[in-house]
């Protein structure tokens, strides 16, 4: 396994839009275990392909309920009850804020094996799969900082 550089909201790379996996390949493998290690390291609890500089909509969420999850080509079914809460991301340090998220969603995903789930995630379980979602579309928890 690698460590790997993330990228900072500076670098014009952050706010592309990244792509659905189709091929649940070794080489993708390969990028999931360098982003779990990347993600350790760093001390997060949640990173998305994108901060590593790969587009591809794939994330690492480390969730209370559910343990590390590898979440691929996720997909928000449900989502209510909104909450505000305080928000941070390895890709803008030193930066905090009040974003508002769903208390509660339903998401479906694939393993790395290309494997679907449904999966409930509440709390800032949600909103830290809701945080690396929208990284996946070019999207920082900077935009939504409530003023
Ligand atoms: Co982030």
Redesign the pocket.
């Known amino acids: 396994m690698a460590r790997l550089t993330i990228i900072k909201q500076d670098n014009p790379l952050i706010r592309k839009h990244s792509k659905p996996v189709e091929d649940f390949s070794p080489r993708i493998h390969t990028i999931l275990d360098d982003m779990h290690e990347t993600l350790l390291h760093a001390n997060g609890i949640?990173l998305?392909a994108i901060?590593v500089g790969i587009l591809y909509r794939m994330a690492i969420v480390m969730t209370q309920e559910h343990g590390t999850l590898e979440i691929i080509n996720p997909v928000i079914k449900t989502a209510k009850r909104q909450r505000t809460d305080a928000e941070g991301?390895?890709?803008c340090p030193g930066i905090s804020g009040r974003v508002r998220r769903p208390h509660f969603i339903t998401l479906e995903y694939q393993d790395r094996h290309g494997k679907k789930h449904t999966k409930d995630f509440h709390g800032i379980d949600a909103v830290c799969c809701c945080?690396e979602i929208d990284?996946m579309d070019g999207i920082l928890?900077i935009d939504k900082i409530e003023k």
């Open positions: 949640g998305a901060q991301c390895l890709s945080h990284h928890f």
